[in-house]
């Protein structure tokens, strides 16, 4: 059985279209739209000759508790299935209270975190990248999912603790 890697965050931080990147084709549903995302999506993914699932997440409905509490829950549910976890953070945004709630919840988990800076199309956003050190995941990777930028030397780590 492939080892299984989720890949979460709040939404529109980019999960889908890192997950079309990953799989060099576009498969996952990336809209402008916050929350087109299903639950949980599967898709088999190789990379350095390796297999294994991907679990993309979205889908989030208010509930009672609030929209915070319902992407951390969505996003638990994935992390409980996978071996290690992406966690995607919109680095040009930096953390927000729905990344915190997702953070906490990771804590709890005794899963391997990468912990993925998106949306650093160019060299000059690096900087941005830095402040979610302070999430406690150590270093943050600096990546463009969009443009590929990154994605290569951060895909290496995650197989790495898969
Ligand atoms: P999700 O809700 O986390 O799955 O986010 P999506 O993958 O659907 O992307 C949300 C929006 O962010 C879309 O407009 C994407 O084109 C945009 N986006 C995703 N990755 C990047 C990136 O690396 N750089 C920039 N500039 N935009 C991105
Ligand atoms: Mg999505």
Known sequence: LDPVLAIVGR????KSTLVNRILGRREAVV????GVTRDRVMYSATWNGR????????????????????????????????????????????????????????????KPVILVANKVDD???EADASTLWGLGFGQPWPVSALHGRGTGDMLDQALEVL
């Open 31 to 34: 809209e402008d739209t916050p």
């Open 11 to 14: 939404p529109n931080v980019g």
């Open 123 to 125: 060299i000059q956003n």
């Open 51 to 110: 297999g294994f699932t991907l679990v993309d997440t979205g889908g989030w409905e208010h509930d009672a508790r609030g929209i915070h509490a319902r992407v951390a829950d969505q996003a638990e549910i994935a992390v409980d299935m996978a071996d290690a976890v992406l966690l995607v953070v919109d680095a040009t945004v930096g953390a927000t209270a729905t990344d915190e709630a997702i953070v906490q919840m990771l804590r709890k988990k005794k």
